[in-house]
Nanobody, 114 residues
Framework: QAQLVESGGGLVQPGGSLRLSCAASGFTFSRYPMRWYRQAPGKEREFVALINSASGTIYADSVKGRFTISRDNNRNTVYLQMNSLKPEDTAVYYC????????WGQGTQVTVSS
């Protein structure tokens, strides 16, 4: 059974950094592109970043230059390095992947506040 488990969220001051991790199991991780999404209170879930099987990347304009997505196929893990965090980055962050993008993690809370 496929599973995605996020970790690394928390409370950070504006301008700070966090690194999120998403550990995958139950499917051939290296073959699939992976995405990070986020959902702020009262808002729809929005795309953050994508990494394909060749480690090519795409970012939302709102995070370009501040966030970096990467993957380690030996560890079946995708990462999201978040720098220069802003209060508007506050959200629950989800990873997503697998056949037809059918697998979602449970999410990890990121709060940016002083």
């Amino acid at each position: 059974q496929a599973q995605l488990v996020e970790s690394g969220g928390g409370l950070v001051q504006p301008g700070g950094s966090l690194r999120l991790s998403c550990a995958a199991s139950g499917f051939t991780f290296s073959r699939y592109p992976m995405r990070w999404y986020r959902q702020a209170p009262g808002k729809e879930r929005e795309f953050v970043a994508l990494i394909n099987s060749a480690s090519g990347t795409i970012y939302a304009d709102s995070v370009k230059g501040r966030f970096t997505i990467s993957r380690d196929n030996n560890r079946n893990t995708v990462y999201l390095q978040m720098n220069s965090l802003k209060p508007e980055d506050t959200a629950v962050y989800y990873c997503n992947g697998g056949t037809n993008w059918s697998y979602w993690g449970q999410g990890t809370q990121v709060t940016v506040s002083s």
